[in-house]
Every structure is written in C-alpha cells, then in structure tokens.
C-alpha cells in the first residue's frame, strides 16, 4: 500500500510540476485580440480560419530586442452550401492520410474573398521589455476533393496558407 501511495506521490508530483512550466510559459503573453478570418471560394463554400499563438521562446538578444520563435496553430473549417454536401453525402470520410497521395482527385477552387486570421499577445520579456507579438495568417490556394467528406458533411478541402509573424515594442 505505501508503494502505490509513493508512486502516486511521485505521478502527482510531476503532474504538478508539468503544469508549472506549461503556465509559466502562458503567463508570459497575454491575449490582445483574436480575429477568425475567413475566406469565401467559388463553389459558394465559406471558410472559417482561426490562429491561435501556443509558444514564444527567447531565441537570443540583439541591439532590436528579443528575437523571439512563435510558435501558433491554425484551423480552418468549411461549411458549404447544401448542394455539396448532398454530392459528398455517401463519401468516406478519410483515414491516415489517404485522400492527400491521390492528386488526380483534386481541383482547385478560386478564392473569392478573404479576411486574414489574426492574434496579437503581449509578450512580457526577460529584458524587462513588453513585446506586441502578432500573428496574421491568410489562404493563398485552395483545394476541393469531391470523392471524401469531412466529419460534418463537407466536402474536403487542401488549404495552403501563408503566415505573417510580426513582432514590435509595446509602448
């Protein structure tokens, strides 16, 4: 009994120091504004994009400041019209990958119009610094597959986004 006590102890333990580093980390920046692009495509499908920053590390000190590595996440979620959802009604939904080693089954759809995603944080810096630290991510090409559908009915879609990584001196 003292052995399963001591190694719960010991799993708690590092538990708790686990999350001490991951909020120390967090505690760091805090969120100034968080903006969901989204994109419209040609086939009448709106796309919804979210960028969120996950990590800022101090790479090294400059005569500039900081220069930090940011590290962010980016989703996108589709929500198309009811006509292409009853095309893909049948479809599979794709396993590991499967669906991205076929180009044949892929074509591409013009974008219509788009709005970028953006975060800004407020980096606190171990140079006694405050750092404006903004993250703006826009769709360049996108792509549409008819023979798979998403989990919510859609048919499925290749994004290739560009990011933006801004990083200033707050006043």
Do not use: Q
């Amino acid at each position: 009994m003292l052995e399963f006590l001591f190694a719960h102890f010991i799993y708690a333990s590092s538990l708790i120091m686990l999350m001490v580093n991951v909020v120390s980390n967090i505690s760091k920046f805090e969120v100034l504004r968080n903006k969901p692009g989204y994109v419209v495509l040609s086939d009448k499908c709106e796309l919804t994009v979210r960028v969120t920053i996950t990590k800022i590390d101090e790479l090294e000190k400059s005569p500039t400041g900081l220069s930090l590595g940011v590290g962010f996440n980016v989703v996108i979620a589709a929500s198309a019209p009811s006509e292409l959802r009853a095309i893909v009604s049948d479809k599979p939904v794709p396993k590991d990958g499967e669906h991205l080693k076929n180009l044949k089954i892929w074509e591409f759809v013009d974008i219509v119009e788009v709005e970028r995603a953006v975060e800004e944080v407020l980096y606190y810096g171990s140079d006694g610094l405050k750092y404006k630290v903004i993250v703006e991510v826009e769709p360049t090409i996108v792509s549409r597959t008819l023979e798979f559908r998403d989990n919510d009915g859609n048919p499925v879609y290749n994004v290739r986004w560009s990011p933006l990584v801004l990083v200033k001196i707050a006043k």
